[in-house]
C-alpha cells in the first residue's frame, strides 16, 4: 500500500468514527448541528474554544457529552470575580510527617486534565484570566519555580455571556486570539425546542460511550495536519484574511472605512487547520472553497475590531465578514 492510499484509508477510518461521535452528541445537544461541528473542528485541530451564548442553551451539557464521547477527563471552572489564579492551576501546602518533619506537596488545580470548561472566563479578573491564558498557550504552568505539564491532549472549552456585562472584565484582544475558534450558540428554532422539551422533560436518558480515547485524538489531530491542501485553497485563506487588514493594499474600501485593525497570521493559520477538520467532517480529502467561507465567520469575529462609525451606524463584524468573504471567494472560484 502507498502512502497516499494509507492517507486514504485513515481519512476514511477516522470520518466514519467522527459521524458516530457527532450523533451520539447531537442525542444530547439537540438541533444545534453546526455547533457540534465547530466544537469538534476545535478539538481535531488541537485548539481551544470560546462558546458565545445566552445561559440556558445547553453549552454546559454539550461540553460533558463531549468529554465523554471523545474519553477525554474533563473538569468544570466556573469563573467568578474572587477566583484566584491559584484556585485553577493548585498551588503548595505544607505538610507535617508522621516523623514530625514538614515537606511542601503540590495539590494540582482543575487545569490538570484533558479537557476544561471554563464557565464565563470574562467574569474572572485579568490576573485570573492570564493564568488560564498562558496554560493554554504553554501547555504547563509554573508553580514555586517549577515548571508542571499539563494533560495530553489539553483543551479549554470557555463560555461569554453577550449581553451581560455588568462586573466582567472582557478577555484583551491578544488573548482573543489564542481561541482556535469562536463559536456561536444561537436560540433554538421552534421545532426543536419542542424536540428539546420532550427529550428532556421525560424518562428516557440519551446513553453516551466513550467513541475515542486521548491517543486516538492525538492520532487524529496528526492526520489532520497531513492533509493535502490546494493551492487555491491556501491562496484563498491568504486573500481572506489579508482583506480584512485596513492598511492592507488588498483590503475593499468597505474594510477601510469600517474597521479599526484586522486578523493576523495566527487566523490564517487557524483557517488552514479548521478547513481541514471540517472537510475531514464532511467525508473529503481535501477542503474547498466552500470550507473556507462557512469557517471564515469563527476563525475572524475575535481577531478584528470595527471603528467606532460603523458601531454608530449598526453594523456588526459578522455582517462585515459575510459580505467580505462572499465577494472574495466569488472572484476567486470564478477566476
Given at each position: 500500500?502507498?502512502?497516499a492510499?494509507?492517507l486514504?484509508?485513515?481519512?476514511?477510518?477516522?470520518?466514519?468514527?467522527l459521524?458516530?461521535?457527532?450523533?451520539?452528541?447531537?442525542?444530547?445537544?439537540?438541533?444545534?448541528?453546526?455547533v457540534?461541528?465547530?466544537?469538534?473542528?476545535?478539538l481535531?485541530?488541537?485548539?481551544?474554544?470560546?462558546?458565545?451564548?445566552?445561559?440556558?442553551?445547553?453549552?454546559?451539557?454539550?461540553?460533558?457529552?463531549?468529554?465523554?464521547?471523545?474519553?477525554?477527563?474533563?473538569?468544570?471552572?466556573?469563573?467568578?470575580?474572587?477566583?484566584?489564579?491559584?484556585?485553577?492551576?493548585g498551588?503548595?501546602?505544607?505538610?507535617?510527617?508522621?516523623?514530625?518533619?514538614?515537606?511542601?506537596?503540590?495539590?494540582?488545580?482543575?487545569?490538570?486534565?484533558?479537557?476544561?470548561?471554563?464557565?464565563?472566563?470574562?467574569?474572572?479578573?485579568?490576573?485570573t484570566?492570564?493564568?488560564?491564558?498562558?496554560?493554554?498557550?504553554?501547555?504547563?504552568?509554573?508553580?514555586?519555580?517549577?515548571?508542571?505539564?499539563?494533560?495530553?491532549?489539553?483543551?479549554?472549552?470557555?463560555?461569554?455571556?453577550?449581553?451581560?456585562?455588568?462586573?466582567?472584565?472582557?478577555?484583551?484582544?491578544?488573548?482573543?486570539?489564542?481561541?482556535?475558534?469562536?463559536?456561536?450558540?444561537?436560540?433554538?428554532?421552534?421545532?426543536?425546542e419542542?424536540?428539546?422539551?420532550?427529550?428532556?422533560t421525560?424518562?428516557?436518558?440519551?446513553?453516551?460511550?466513550?467513541?475515542?480515547?486521548?491517543?486516538?485524538?492525538?492520532?487524529?489531530?496528526?492526520?489532520?495536519?497531513?492533509?493535502?491542501?490546494?493551492?487555491?485553497?491556501?491562496?484563498?485563506?491568504?486573500?481572506?484574511?489579508?482583506?480584512?487588514?485596513?492598511?492592507?493594499?488588498?483590503?475593499?474600501?468597505?474594510?477601510?472605512?469600517?474597521?479599526?485593525w484586522?486578523p493576523?497570521?495566527?487566523?490564517?493559520?487557524?483557517l488552514?487547520?479548521?478547513?481541514?477538520?471540517?472537510?475531514?467532517?464532511?467525508?473529503?480529502?481535501?477542503?474547498?472553497?466552500?470550507?473556507?467561507?462557512?469557517l471564515?465567520?469563527?476563525?475572524?469575529?475575535?481577531?478584528?475590531?470595527?471603528?467606532?462609525?460603523?458601531?454608530?451606524?449598526?453594523?456588526?463584524?459578522?455582517?462585515?465578514?459575510?459580505e467580505?468573504?462572499?465577494?472574495?471567494?466569488?472572484?476567486?472560484?470564478?477566476?
Amino acid at each position: 500500500m502507498t502512502k497516499a492510499d494509507l492517507l486514504i484509508t485513515q481519512i476514511e477510518d477516522l470520518s466514519k468514527k467522527l459521524d458516530q461521535s457527532r450523533n451520539m452528541i447531537r442525542e444530547v445537544f439537540i438541533g444545534q448541528d453546526r455547533v457540534v461541528d465547530l466544537v469538534l473542528i476545535t478539538l481535531l485541530c488541537g485548539g481551544h474554544g470560546v462558546l458565545v451564548g445566552l445561559p440556558g442553551l445547553g453549552k454546559t451539557r454539550l461540553v460533558e457529552a463531549l468529554s465523554t464521547v471523545m474519553g477525554l477527563h474533563g473538569n468544570r471552572v466556573q469563573f467568578t470575580p474572587d477566583l484566584m489564579p491559584t484556585d485553577i492551576l493548585g498551588s503548595e501546602v505544607l505538610e507535617t510527617g508522621s516523623d514530625g518533619g514538614r515537606s511542601f506537596r503540590f495539590v494540582k488545580g482543575p487545569v490538570f486534565c484533558e479537557l476544561l470548561m471554563a464557565d464565563e472566563i470574562n467574569r474572572a479578573s485579568p490576573r485570573t484570566q492570564s493564568a488560564l491564558l498562558q496554560a493554554m498557550q504553554e501547555k504547563f504552568v509554573t508553580v514555586a519555580g517549577k515548571n508542571r505539564p499539563l494533560g495530553t491532549p489539553f483543551h479549554v472549552l470557555a463560555t461569554q455571556n453577550p449581553i451581560e456585562q455588568e462586573g466582567t472584565y472582557p478577555l484583551p484582544e491578544a488573548q482573543l486570539d489564542r481561541f482556535l475558534l469562536e463559536i456561536q450558540v444561537p436560540y433554538p428554532d421552534r421545532a426543536t425546542e419542542r424536540e428539546i422539551l420532550l427529550a428532556t422533560t421525560g424518562n428516557k436518558v440519551a446513553a453516551l460511550s466513550a467513541v475515542f480515547n486521548p491517543g486516538q485524538l492525538l492520532a487524529a489531530q496528526t492526520l489532520i495536519r497531513r492533509m493535502p491542501v490546494g493551492d487555491a485553497v491556501v491562496e484563498l485563506i491568504l486573500d481572506l484574511v489579508r482583506a480584512f487588514r485596513p492598511d492592507d493594499s488588498s483590503a475593499t474600501s468597505v474594510v477601510r472605512d469600517n474597521m479599526r485593525w484586522g486578523p493576523g497570521p495566527r487566523a490564517a493559520q487557524a483557517l488552514m487547520l479548521a478547513v481541514r477538520a471540517q472537510a475531514l467532517l464532511r467525508g473529503a480529502f481535501a477542503p474547498s472553497a466552500v470550507d473556507v467561507a462557512e469557517l471564515a465567520p469563527a476563525v475572524l469575529n475575535h481577531r478584528m475590531a470595527l471603528g467606532f462609525g460603523a458601531r454608530a451606524r449598526g453594523m456588526t463584524q459578522l455582517e462585515l465578514i459575510s459580505e467580505v468573504t462572499e465577494m472574495i471567494v466569488c472572484e476567486k472560484v470564478g477566476a
